[in-house]
């Protein structure tokens, strides 16, 4: 399984920014699919989770209230919508799946990792 993020960019402060995953594969839709992120100098750590059928979801509590994770297996695509973003959720921003458990929010729960989108906040 291969992913592949996008729709990082430059923003200011308060504003709101759409990650996007999208994944090879005809199992996607059985995987968990969660995002992480990585600020310079620091540990990559969990964003946000989703159940293989979307109903469940998970975050961590920086972003929770903020963020929302979204998925459409139709199109082997996950989601994450950021808004009021703040210069604290500067970072490289990876999707990554795993086959099974719930809610997995360590990294070696999951075993494909995409590229990760850049994601930077101007204060």
């Known amino acids: 399984v291969q992913l592949q993020a996008s729709g990082g960019g430059l923003v200011q402060a308060g504003d709101s920014l759409g990650l996007s995953c999208v994944a090879s594969?005809?199992?996607?839709?059985?995987?968990?699919m969660g995002w992480f992120r990585q600020a310079p100098g620091k540990e990559r750590e969990f964003v946000a989770a989703?159940?293989?059928?979307?109903?469940?979801?998970y975050y961590a509590d920086a972003v929770k209230g903020r963020s929302t994770i979204s998925r459409d297996n139709a199109k082997n695509t996950v989601y994450l919508q950021m808004n009021s973003l703040e210069p604290e959720d500067t970072a490289v921003y990876s999707c990554?799946?795993?086959?099974?458990?719930?809610?997995?929010?360590?990294?070696?729960?999951?075993?494909?990792w995409g590229q990760g989108t850049q994601v930077t906040v101007s204060s």
């Open positions: 990554a799946g795993s086959k099974g458990g719930w809610p997995l929010t360590q990294r070696f729960e999951y075993i494909y």
């Open positions: 594969g005809r199992d996607f839709r059985t995987y968990t």
């Open positions: 989703i159940s293989w059928s979307g109903i469940s979801t």
